[in-house]
Each structure stands twice: as C-alpha cells, then as structure tokens.
C-alpha cells in the first residue's frame, strides 16, 4: 500500500507538474514540437539512482540490476518505447495549440478505449462501476469537443486548433494502447524493480526517436541554444528551467504511471490519471488564466463523477471481499487445520491488482 500511495503521488505531482511547464513553454514562444517530445523522457537517467543504489551501495537486495531480463522482454521494451515516443509527438502538437484544459479533458476519451482494449488483451471483468465511470468521462469529452470550437488562444486558426484537437485524441487512443499492453508484460515481471528497468529503456528508445526527429528537422542542441537565447521571452535561464523540470516531472509522471498498472491494472491506472485531469484543468484556469465556462464545469463535474462513482464500486467490491475471506478463515479455523500456512487468508484482488493472478497475504 505503501508503494502503491507512493506511486499515485508521483502520478498526481508529474501530471500535473508537466502539463502547465509543457504549457508554459508554448505560450512564451516556444516552438519547437521536438524539443517538447524529447523533454517528455529525457528524465530517464533520473531511473538509475533507485535501479543500482540498492544492489551495489545498500546492499538491500540481493538481485543484480537487469539480470532478470531476457531477450522478449528487451525486444518488447523496444518496441514499446517506438510506441511511448509516437505518443509523446501528437501529445507535443496537441498541447502546442491547444490551452491545458482543453487538452486534458479531451485525453479522458482514451478510457472507453483502455476499457475495450483490456477487454480484449488482459481480460478485463467488465463491471457496472467501471463500465458507468468510462461511460460518464467519455461523454465528458464528447461535450467538452463539441461545446468549445471557439475556445481558441489568440492568433490560432481553426485548422491549426483541429489539429491540436485530433493529434490529441490521438495521443489519448496510443496511450490507451499502451496501458493494456504494458500490463500484459508485466505479469512476466517479477519485481518492481524490474519494472524501473524496463522503464528506463522504454523512455531512452522514446528520447532516442526525438533525438533523430529533432536532427532530421534541422535541430538539435544548437537549435536549443538559439531558441533559448533568442525566441524565449523570458530568457535563456527560464528557458533551459522549464526544460530541466519538465524532463524530471514528466518523469515522475511516466513511473507513478507504470507503477499504478504493475501494482494495479491497466484500467485502474486509466481512472486514476483520468481523475487528475480536473486538476489540470483547475491549474489551467488559475495558473493561465484560461476560461473556465459551464460546458467545462459540467464536463469536469462528469469527470469527478464518474472516478468517485469507480472508487465507491471498489471500496464496496473490496470490503465484501475482505468479509468473504473472513468468513473462510472461521470456517477452516473451525476444521482444526490452517492448510499449512499458518492460517493466512488470501485475499484475491481482480480490479485493484493484476488481474486474477495477483493475490495480497493478509
């Protein structure tokens, strides 16, 4: 539980963190949409403190960094990371035109997807309460989309805001790609660490993919240097700031975010960051100044609903499980055997872990 808090903290703060620097990049005349997709995982150097420190300078664990991974999984990190960098792209063009409220509340729409796709590739038990939370954040988008076409900074055209408008959908459909897919990996996982491993390599693909798109567009470190020294308004100090934390919040982001779907599911790690983006609009509207009309408020009012009416169902679905399992340990208690276990329930966890193969010692 412990970890599990930990890593929604990282969630909570790198999310919201990174949308407004990535935010406040743009508005101060920020133009460079690579620049903005290799900050996303260019953090991940941070990973290797916590990865070695343990093994070579705490001795707190006897596994040796990366001696666990085989070659499938070195492929499907690789693989993984192409896909992680594709989605860091149409995120940068979407958030480049659109203001933070916006485009966090059109990226609630990746949930209906993340429910079908873990359907289908870890399957997910659909229930009413995560089938009505989905259903209540998509229609969330869905009037947020057609209610705010004129929602527009100044100077940007209505073909550039539509394509803000789909690379961020986009964005929002990869992700939910992403969710499922990395939960299936890691049922082959066999510890957290394992998972800042593969981490790690995932985001240096990614940073990797930006790198040879910010080369091939002519850019590069100098393009950096000049863009700081001579387009930023607010001076080469603020500029390399900004980039400096948003390369670290958005990797506090990316690990509070793997850490939710190993510790959790693919799905409950959709809820959780979907919940965050009533807080990224908040921090829009008082950080920017953006505007913050009714079909925002009703939209945002959907989002709230829909998570609490989710955490509800699972308190009520893990309670009932923590009584079940209760129930049990009197009746084999009563039998005069403890089945060899010392008398230690299970309590199996099928939302709230991963999947049916996960199951906490009480």
Same mark, same amino acid.
């Given at each position: 539980?412990?970890?599990?808090?930990?890593?929604?903290?990282?969630?909570?703060?790198?999310?919201?963190?990174?949308?407004?620097?990535?935010?406040?990049?743009?508005?101060?005349?920020?133009?460079?949409?690579?620049?903005?997709?290799?900050?996303?995982? +260019?953090?991940?150097?941070?990973?290797? &403190? &916590?990865?070695?420190? &343990?093994?070579?300078?705490?001795?707190?664990?006897?596994?040796?960094?990366?001696?666990?991974?085989?070659?499938?999984?070195?492929? $499907?990190?690789?693989?993984?990371?192409?896909?992680?960098?594709?989605?860091?792209?149409?995120? /940068?063009?979407?958030?480049?035109?659109?203001?933070?409220?916006?485009?966090?509340?059109?990226?609630? /729409?990746?949930?209906?997807?993340?429910?079908?796709?873990?359907?289908?590739?870890? @399957?997910?038990?659909?229930?009413?309460?995560?089938?009505?939370?989905?259903?209540?954040?998509?229609?969330?988008?869905?009037?947020?989309?057609?209610?705010?076409?004129?929602?527009?900074?100044?100077?940007?055209?209505? !073909?550039?805001?539509?394509?803000?408008?789909?690379?961020?959908?986009? +964005?929002? $459909?990869?992700?939910?790609?992403?969710? &499922?897919? #990395?939960?299936?990996?890691?049922?082959?996982?066999?510890?957290?660490?394992?998972?800042?491993?593969?981490?790690?390599?995932?985001?240096?693909? *990614?940073?990797?993919?930006?790198?040879?798109?910010?080369? *091939? /567009?002519?850019?590069?470190?100098?393009?950096?240097?000049?863009?700081?020294?001579?387009?930023?308004?607010?001076?080469?100090?603020?500029?390399?700031?900004?980039?400096?934390?948003? +390369?670290?919040?958005?990797?506090?982001?990316?690990?509070?975010?793997?850490?939710?779907?190993?510790?959790?599911?693919?799905?409950?790690?959709?809820?959780? #960051?979907?919940?965050? $983006?009533?807080?990224?609009?908040?921090?829009?509207?008082?950080?920017?100044?953006?505007?913050?009309?009714?079909? @925002?408020?009703? !939209?945002?009012?959907?989002?709230?609903?829909?998570?609490?009416?989710?955490?509800? =169902?699972?308190?009520? @679905?893990? @309670?009932? =499980?923590?009584?079940?399992?209760?129930?049990?340990? =009197?009746?084999?208690?009563?039998?005069?055997?403890?089945?060899?276990?010392?008398?230690?329930?299970?309590?199996?966890?099928?939302?709230?872990?991963? =999947?049916?193969?996960?199951?906490?010692?009480?």
């Amino acid at each position: 539980m412990a970890l599990l808090v930990t890593n929604y903290l990282l969630l909570f703060v790198g999310s919201i963190s990174s949308t407004l620097l990535s935010r406040y990049y743009f508005i101060h005349k920020g133009r460079s949409r690579w620049v903005s997709t290799w900050v996303q995982t +260019a953090g991940f150097p941070l990973l290797l &403190p &916590p990865i070695y420190l &343990p093994y070579y300078l705490f001795r707190s664990t006897p596994r040796r960094p990366f001696s666990h991974f085989t070659l499938p999984i070195l492929l $499907l990190s690789l693989l993984v990371g192409l896909l992680l960098g594709l989605n860091n792209l149409l995120f /940068s063009w979407g958030n480049s035109y659109l203001p933070v409220s916006t485009s966090s509340l059109l990226l609630s /729409s990746q949930l209906l997807f993340t429910l079908i796709l873990s359907v289908l590739i870890v @399957k997910q038990k659909v229930t009413f309460q995560n089938l009505n939370c989905v259903i209540l954040l998509t229609l969330s988008s869905i009037l947020l989309g057609l209610g705010s076409s004129d929602d527009r900074p100044t100077g940007l055209t209505r !073909s550039n805001y539509f394509v803000g408008f789909f690379c961020t959908i986009g +964005a929002g $459909l990869l992700f939910a790609l992403y969710l &499922p897919v #990395m939960e299936r990996i890691y049922r082959r996982v066999d510890s957290y660490l394992m998972v800042m491993e593969m981490q790690l390599v995932m985001e240096a693909v *990614a940073t990797l993919l930006a790198v040879v798109g910010m080369v *091939a /567009s002519g850019g590069g470190v100098e393009e950096m240097r000049r863009e700081s020294e001579e387009v930023f308004d607010k001076g080469a100090r603020a500029y390399w700031g900004t980039v400096i934390g948003n +390369a670290a919040t958005w990797q506090l982001c990316f690990m509070g975010t793997a850490g939710m779907v190993y510790l959790t599911s693919s799905l409950t790690g959709g809820i959780c #960051m979907t919940a965050l $983006l009533a807080m990224n609009v908040v921090g829009g509207v008082v950080v920017y100044g953006e505007e913050f009309g009714g079909v @925002k408020a009703v !939209s945002t009012v959907l989002c709230v609903w829909g998570f609490c009416s989710y955490v509800y =169902g699972m308190y009520v @679905k893990m @309670k009932r =499980g923590i009584n079940n399992d209760s129930v049990t340990s =009197g009746g084999e208690e009563e039998d005069g055997g403890d089945n060899g276990n010392g008398g230690g329930g299970k309590i199996q966890v099928t939302e709230m872990g991963r =999947g049916d193969a996960v199951a906490n010692t009480v």
